[in-house]
């Protein structure tokens, strides 16, 4: 494995764990400064902005919540300072004064930057809640079809000699 790769997927599991002890400033440190956040549900927000808004949603969740969060990477592709993450998070919140659990399951994509102090962090973070899997319709397997070459009888190309 490469080592930037490995290295995202170190700052995956710091990701991981800030979201499992509740540590707002953990999961912040893996964001960058110039963040794009297009969480689903969400308005989009860039730059100082997006931290700060997204500072005030954790802390929000946390405080109404303890959270159990996993991470399933499906790859990471790593261009020079530049670096591709997709897969899916699973968070699981349970109500601080009892209650039902809820669980969201979200595919994401992550773009990641190498910053200066060498550091990999998140750039642009993309989510959307995950579906069950399903067939595409009937219309679009017949069109997705190998085109069968029709075989001529015997007759008609002994007609054509």
């Given at each position: 494995?490469?080592?930037?790769?490995y290295l995202i997927?170190?700052?995956?599991?710091?990701?991981?764990?800030?979201?499992?002890?509740?540590?707002?400033?953990?999961?912040?440190?893996?964001?960058?400064?110039?963040?794009?956040?297009?969480?689903?549900?969400?308005?989009?927000?860039?730059?100082?902005?997006?931290?700060?808004?997204?500072?005030?949603?954790?802390?929000?969740?946390?405080?109404?919540?303890?959270?159990?969060?996993?991470?399933?990477?499906?790859?990471?592709?790593?261009?020079?300072?530049?670096?591709?993450?997709?897969?899916?998070?699973?968070?699981?919140?349970?109500?601080?004064?009892?209650?039902?659990?809820?669980?969201?399951?979200?595919?994401?994509?992550?773009?990641?930057?190498?910053?200066?102090?060498?550091?990999?962090?998140?750039?642009?973070?993309?989510?959307?809640?995950?579906?069950?899997?399903?067939?595409?319709?009937?219309?679009?397997?017949?069109?997705?079809?190998?085109?069968?070459?029709?075989?001529?009888?015997?007759?008609?190309?002994?007609?054509?000699?």
């Amino acid at each position: 494995m490469d080592d930037d790769a490995y290295l995202i997927r170190l700052a995956k599991t710091e990701l991981r764990e800030g979201y499992n002890t509740g540590n707002v400033d953990r999961i912040l440190s893996l964001f960058s400064d110039g963040l794009g956040d297009l969480s689903t549900g969400c308005a989009s927000f860039w730059g100082p902005e997006a931290k700060a808004v997204l500072r005030h949603r954790l802390k929000r969740m946390f405080a109404l919540n303890r959270a159990n969060f996993a991470v399933t990477i499906i790859s990471i592709r790593v261009a020079g300072d530049w670096a591709f993450d997709w897969g899916w998070h699973s968070l699981t919140l349970t109500p601080r004064k009892g209650g039902r659990a809820r669980k969201v399951r979200t595919r994401y994509l992550e773009i990641w930057v190498k910053e200066a102090d060498g550091k990999w962090r998140i750039a642009i973070f993309l989510d959307n809640i995950d579906l069950p899997p399903q067939m595409p319709p009937r219309e679009v397997l017949l069109m997705m079809r190998p085109k069968r070459r029709r075989l001529k009888s015997r007759a008609a190309v002994r007609a054509r000699k």
